[in-house]
């Protein structure tokens, strides 16, 4: 999967495009992708952060993407997910990356992580178990 096809993909979901995200690296193993501020991400309109469920819908929307052996395959059902908030996400551009960590026929477990400027720093953690179907 190139990361043209990866992203046409994510232009057809509405949520996706609601997202905002652009996917800026692929392999067979990992996905990583940015994700602009913008007034409609805003939990905390004093502090000017990312509300929670959109950094873990940002998360989820990647590693089911990461998942997909065959771009046009139905998408990945989450069959679970974790999600640790480690520090606010102020405003600026949110990048994620979603590593797979284990993948049989039917299910895969991807973790995530996502930070703002410095990938040392997280914003936030999550692990997902999606179906394969």
């Avoid at 996905?31 to 469920?53: D, S």
């Avoid at 026929?105 to 999550?126: C, I």
Wanted: net charge negative.
């Amino acid at each position: 999967m190139n990361i043209s096809d990866i992203q046409a993909r994510c232009d057809r979901v509405p949520f996706f495009r609601f997202l905002d995200f652009t996917i800026t690296q692929a392999d067979e193993t990992h996905l990583v992708a940015q994700m602009p501020f913008a007034q409609r991400h805003i939990g905390n309109p004093i502090l000017e952060t990312y509300h929670g469920g959109i950094i873990a819908s940002f998360m989820e929307a990647i590693a089911s993407i990461c998942v997909l052996d065959d771009i046009n395959a139905a998408p990945a059902k989450p069959i679970n997910l974790n999600v640790d908030y480690l520090r606010p996400g102020f405003a600026g551009t949110l990048t994620t990356r979603a590593t797979i960590t284990k993948k049989g026929r039917r299910m895969a477990s991807v973790e995530t992580e996502a930070w703002l400027e410095d990938e040392a720093k997280p914003v936030a953690k999550a692990l997902f178990h999606f179906l394969l179907v």
